[in-house]
């Protein structure tokens, strides 16, 4: 009896202890994920001499003599762009904006020269290539892009890829949309589309303006971080099956998706 009573004991004991620490893990996940993501880009910053600006929607990013300060040893260019119904960058080093604009145009600014993105139209298509030895580049490197395109532009395929930095796309609708960051943030404002494919390594992912979202196939993962959803917390995975063409895939390793 004795034994059995001791046997108890210890079970319950047991199973407080991983009650106690699952409720101080979830409790702390923000907190982790603040620290595992400042010694992250602390160590980057370090090894690379690499300003972490990140920008958002609400930085104007037309250049102007403020702007001109930050970049003030580095180049700058102002281009009227062709019409254009798809969109491919494949970018190491960018802050990309597209939003709407008065005419097609791209303005870009970058701290050197072997930052400086290539362009060209084929047959409709714009594509944005930036190649770059980061290691070799001495002092900030920074490279601020921002595509214009008129009102009521409507896109067949965007698939936007960068290493370092930040996506920010607004007042478009794209009918497929392919966002891929390692390092920085992914933020769509106002955004039409029909599928919608993300994946960041270490950042964040976020919707906003976006009142469809019940009819849409979802498949969203956060391993470190959560998911909410209008405010509503969902966890680290979330699933959504509807019967519609419709889709959202959306996968991070460490940060939150936002869907408001």
Known sequence: MK???????????????????????????????????????????????????FMSKNNDWNLNDNDASDFSSGKEFEVNLEEFSELIVDANIMCFQIKEGENWRIECSYSHNQLKPEFFNKNGTLYINQKSQIKHLAGSKNCDLLITVPANTELKKAVVKVNIGDIDISDLTVKKLETDVNIGEIELDSVIFDTLDGEVNIGDFKIEDFNNFDDYNVNLKADLGEIKIHRNSYGKKMLQKRNSSKKIDIEINIGQIDIM
């Open 3 to 53: 034994r059995k009573t001791y046997l108890i004991l210890i079970w319950s004991i047991t199973l407080c202890v991983i009650v106690c620490s699952s409720t101080i893990t979830f409790i702390k996940s923000k907190e982790i994920f603040t620290k595992v993501w400042n010694d992250v880009r602390n160590e980057l910053e370090e090894s690379f001499d690499f300003d972490f600006k």
